[in-house]
């Protein structure tokens, strides 16, 4: 099995990158001991199971559903905590034995939050799940910010301990650390395409860990995920008429309208794509040299995983296996990857949704 101890997984691009079916791909076949992460409400990830059963988490660490006795929301949560009730109904069923634990300083999005943001930021196309105004009130030390420590429910399977002792016990018991990141370097608030058309923080692969409780310099690889066409959110409608744009995509880019995705890949059906969170149809374009490279280099990335290689061939759909053998089989697809990406690092290759839809090296 792997030697890698301790593993981070970031997007990419502007998010909804696939990280979710990486990090339970990976979750299910390295089996790491605790998976950590320190999600937002305004992020959703998905993931199968090796049954087929569909597994989505705005909250939880994705891999928690697939390997470990120990979940960990770090510092840098900002958590809803009536998803979070419904995401441990799930885990007890898929993974009974994996305790939640959920940082002291975590924070704990309210109602009055989520209304401050649907009245203010529909003009960026925001999810509006109250996470900046969450934020925005721990940074100013008001007391509108809620922490876990303060006012965190007793629930059936979570509890408030101390994340980053932890973590710095299974590092040194020799455990494996899953951490996980979410949404995407191109809308990061300092790193993102174009401010303000970004999120409310900085999602680096360091912030990644250092917001999940784990120093950034521990982590042996950080898997950046990419998808071969990426995505940004859709912008905000209402009677026809445009009332929120989601912002610019990168200048070595163009737009694709969904008709044109679905012939480019060749499926037999049409393709669309919707937001996990607020479930508007997605802009998509086409994959940018400049904010790869960057990308690359902001993350710390010693890996690379790209989904939605179906959308290159159709053919690729739900296939899975050894990555070197893919490449050789389609040569096509092996011309847009050399052209693309670093193959030295390219380390795993989505086809589809399904668990084991993918081509894979080691880790």
Same mark, same amino acid.
């Given at each position: 099995?792997?030697?890698?101890?301790?593993?981070?997984?970031?997007?990419?691009?502007?998010?909804?990158?696939?990280?979710?079916?990486?990090?339970?791909?990976?979750?299910?076949?390295?089996?790491?001991?605790?998976?950590?992460?320190?999600?937002?409400?305004?992020?959703?990830?998905?993931?199968?199971?090796?049954?087929?059963?569909?597994?989505?988490?705005?909250?939880?660490?994705?891999?928690?559903?697939?390997?470990?006795?120990?979940? *960990? =929301?770090?510092? %840098?949560? !900002?958590?809803?905590?009536?998803?979070?009730?419904?995401? +441990? @109904?799930?885990?007890? #069923?898929?993974?009974?034995?994996?305790?939640?634990?959920?940082?002291?300083?975590?924070?704990?999005?309210?109602?009055?939050?989520?209304?401050?943001?649907?009245?203010?930021?529909?003009?960026?196309?925001?999810?509006?799940?109250?996470?900046?105004?969450?934020?925005?009130?721990? *940074? =100013?030390?008001? %007391?509108? !910010?809620?922490?876990?420590?303060?006012?965190?429910?007793? +629930? @059936?399977?979570?509890? #408030?301990?101390?994340?980053?002792?932890?973590?710095?016990?299974?590092?040194?018991?020799?455990?494996?650390?899953?951490?996980?990141?979410?949404?995407?370097?191109?809308?990061?608030?300092?790193?993102?395409?174009?401010?303000?058309?970004?999120?409310?923080?900085?999602?680096?692969?360091?912030?990644?860990?250092?917001?999940?409780?784990?120093?950034?310099?521990?982590?042996?690889?950080?898997?950046?995920?990419?998808?071969?066409?990426?995505?940004?959110?859709?912008?905000?409608?209402?009677?026809?008429?445009?009332?929120?744009?989601?912002?610019?995509?990168?200048?070595?880019?163009?737009?694709?309208?969904?008709?044109?995705?679905?012939?480019?890949?060749?499926?037999?059906?049409?393709?669309?794509?919707?937001?996990?969170?607020?479930?508007?149809?997605?802009?998509?374009?086409?994959?940018?040299?400049?904010?790869?490279?960057?990308?690359?280099?902001?993350?710390?990335?010693?890996?690379?995983?790209?989904?939605?290689?179906?959308?290159?061939?159709?053919?690729?759909?739900?296939?899975?296996?050894?990555?070197?053998?893919?490449?050789?089989?389609?040569?096509?697809?092996?011309?847009?990857?050399?052209?693309?990406?670093?193959?030295?690092?390219?380390?795993?290759?989505?086809?589809?949704?399904?668990?084991?839809?993918?081509?894979?090296?080691?880790?």
């Amino acid at each position: 099995m792997t030697h890698t101890q301790v593993w981070n997984i970031v997007g990419g691009q502007a998010g909804s990158e696939g990280k979710g079916k990486a990090a339970g791909y990976l979750a299910y076949v390295e089996k790491p001991d605790v998976t950590a992460c320190a999600f937002t409400a305004n992020a959703g990830h998905t993931a199968y199971t090796v049954d087929g059963v569909k597994v989505v988490t705005h909250t939880l660490p994705i891999g928690a559903f697939f390997s470990g006795s120990k979940a *960990v =929301l770090g510092p %840098g949560a !900002a958590i809803n905590v009536q998803r979070l009730i419904g995401e +441990l @109904d799930v885990l007890h #069923v898929l993974n009974p034995q994996c305790r939640v634990y959920i940082d002291p300083n975590a924070l704990l999005i309210s109602k009055q939050q989520v209304d401050w943001e649907t009245e203010r930021m529909v003009a960026i196309s925001s999810t509006c799940q109250g996470v900046g105004k969450a934020l925005a009130d721990r *940074v =100013l030390r008001r %007391g509108d !910010a809620v922490l876990a420590r303060d006012a965190f429910p007793s +629930l @059936d399977g979570a509890e #408030v301990g101390d994340t980053v002792q932890i973590l710095q016990d299974a590092y040194f018991a020799g455990d494996k650390i899953q951490i996980e990141g979410c949404q995407g370097i191109d809308i990061d608030v300092l790193y993102g395409i174009q401010y303000p058309y970004t999120t409310s923080r900085s999602i680096t692969g360091a912030a990644v860990a250092n917001d999940s409780g784990f120093p950034a310099g521990l982590v042996e690889r950080t898997i950046a995920v990419f998808r071969t066409y990426p995505i940004r959110v859709g912008n905000v409608v209402k009677d026809g008429e445009r009332i929120g744009w989601s912002g610019p995509i990168p200048m070595d880019s163009r737009e694709y309208s969904w008709p044109e995705i679905t012939e480019l890949a060749g499926s037999p059906l049409p393709l669309e794509e919707k937001t996990t969170v607020t479930q508007k149809v997605r802009r998509i374009f086409s994959w940018s040299m400049e904010r790869y490279a960057k990308s690359i280099w902001m993350h710390g990335a010693t890996d690379v995983w790209v989904n939605f290689a179906d959308y290159l061939d159709w053919n690729l759909h739900s296939l899975g296996g050894d990555l070197s053998e893919m490449l050789i089989e389609y040569p096509h697809v092996c011309d847009w990857f050399d052209d693309h990406v670093r193959r030295e690092i390219l380390f795993g290759v989505g086809t589809g949704p399904g668990l084991y839809s993918a081509f894979v090296r080691p880790l």
